[in-house]
């Protein structure tokens, strides 16, 4: 949880400092090419930025929404395993735990987005590999979280509280 929330703090500092130091047209879209080819008031701009920056992570972090649907929806692996264990809780907490990582790397993405637009509205020079490496970044970060939910629901006869591998009764 420490990560999403720092992750859209540092989001929402940087969108701050960006409605300060912006001009008043900021690029409100780029073509394949990366170039702007249009251009919005920065308040426009700013109006759909900061709640997708916001929202897309604080959502994705809440567990009532994920455990108030009903679990049919819920699609991780090994799911059955988990709850005809009666481990609900543990299956929820590692879902948790990757929705939350996401978040944090999704409004990281979204301060990617705002950098790209300071660097165009002001005629900032970064380096390229600056725009682009939280991309792979970002990609990294999730693809990481994702194997370790593999990992940590892989039925392999234990689990993180008892890892003494369970068997079988003898009969």
Known sequence: MLFAVLSILVFVGFAVWLWFNAPDQAPSHS??????????????????????????????????????????????PHKDYWLKRGERDYLFDCLMEFMRITAGACALLFTLSLAQTLKVGISRSWPEALLFLP????????????????????????????PKPQTEPEQ
């Not at 920056?53 to 994920?66: C, D, M």
């Not at 792979?136 to 509280?161: S, T």
Request: charged share 20%.
């Open 135 to 162: 991309t792979g970044v970002f990609l990294v970060v999730v693809a990481i979280a994702m194997w370790n939910l593999l990992r940590q629901l892989k039925p392999d006869g234990r689990d993180e509280r008892n």
């Open 31 to 76: 073509g394949a090419n990366g170039q702007p080819d249009d251009w919005s008031q920065k308040g426009e701009v700013m109006a759909w930025l900061v709640p997708l920056g916001v929202g897309i992570p604080a959502l994705l972090s809440i567990r009532q929404i994920y455990e108030k649907l009903p679990i049919g929806l819920v699609n991780v």
